[in-house]
């Protein structure tokens, strides 16, 4: 797991491949996102969010900024994102709720 201020991130979508090849294991319509980012202090990261990614998890990257604290979980080999969590974003609902100001009931399923 990798944490730090976030410096700047960029997402684009790519395919492996306009048309089916043969004996291809995966499907070529797959989604998948090139995501490159940097943390403060730590060389620029370019990772890619799998042809199965967890619910939300290009949307909470593309709802990163920077000078949010952000923490990444990359897989083994280093080329997938497998979990992100914005920790700003986080204390930031929680002091909502804890004020009243915002009921999260209906978004967590």
Known sequence: MTSGTLISVTIEYFRN???????QVES????????????HGQPPVEA?????P?????ADIRGSGPGDFVEVQLSNDGE?????VNRT???LWNALIETGKCDRSGLES
Request: cysteine-free; overall charge positive.
């Open 17 to 23: 491949a306009r048309y089916r090849k043969r004996h």
């Open 28 to 39: 070529h319509r797959t989604p998948r996102y090139r995501v490159r980012f940097e943390l």
């Open 48 to 52: 890619v969010v799998g042809p199965n």
């Open 54 to 58: 967890t619910q939300y998890l290009v």
């Open 80 to 84: 997938d994102i497998v979990k992100w």
């Open 89 to 91: 974003r986080e204390e």
